[in-house]
């Protein structure tokens, strides 16, 4: 939920060079088509579904969907904060959700469970704040809710709001699996791409076991 100060803030015109308001969000994603690991819906050819782990998991619906800067796009991770530099200081929030898994039949695509998984093991915190500079670490993970100890999509990261140079920047790793977005809105502007990233070829959920190893990262300047 966007926060109070936010909402306020951005029915004001722009007009101080020097005050910067900054609404960042970062997702993860199973994309509508992934050569080799996804694989028609029966119920709905117009959708896809994806295998669990072998032997541990049974078919699970993707998010129906490609690269999307929209900020309610389906994920099945998404964090966002909000950072306000002022002249005489600054303020930050955050939050964070995941979208709801939903189980198939992989032959006749019945489903056989909901539930949404938690938000505990997401956060931002703050590393470094004035009213030049606000630094905020990202660390993330979430597992498949409805598979007993199912590896977790880690993501994880820097976020650098720096007002005297001009730019936000995110420089992280995620997993090989699945998709992932960063995007930034930066005085009430249209969302400007952080940094997007498909998954490497071939990748499924059995390529979460371990952690963060890809690069991923970005810079917008204003």
Request: overall charge negative; some cysteine; charged content about 20%.
């Amino acid at each position: 939920m966007k926060p109070a100060f936010l909402s306020a803030l951005l029915a004001i015109p722009f007009s101080l060079a020097n005050e910067v308001v900054v609404d960042f969000w970062v997702k993860a994603f199973i994309p509508l088509h992934v050569d080799s690991v996804t694989k028609v819906y029966p119920k709905d050819k117009s959708k896809s579904m994806i295998h669990g782990i072998p032997i541990i998991g049974d078919c699970f619906l993707t998010d129906q969907r490609s690269f999307s800067s929209a900020n309610g796009a389906s994920a099945r991770m998404h964090s966002e904060t909000w950072i306000w530099i002022k002249p005489n200081g600054y303020t930050w929030s955050q939050d964070h959700h995941c979208g709801e898994t939903v189980e198939v039949d992989c032959e006749d695509g019945d489903v056989e469970g909901r539930k949404t998984q938690n938000a505990n093991g997401m956060k931002f915190t703050q590393k470094e704040g004035s009213s030049n500079r606000v630094v905020l670490a990202y660390k993330a993970s979430a597992s498949n809710p409805l598979v007993s100890l199912a590896p977790d999509v880690d993501v994880e990261g820097t976020l650098t709001l720096d007002k005297v140079n001009g730019y936000i920047e995110f420089v992280g790793r995620v997993d090989d699996s699945p998709a992932f977005e960063a995007y930034v809105t930066i005085n009430g502007s249209a969302p400007h791409t952080i940094a997007t990233l498909g998954p490497k070829p071939g990748a499924g959920p059995s390529s979460l076991i371990g952690g963060a190893n890809r690069d991923f990262r970005g810079r917008v300047n204003f």
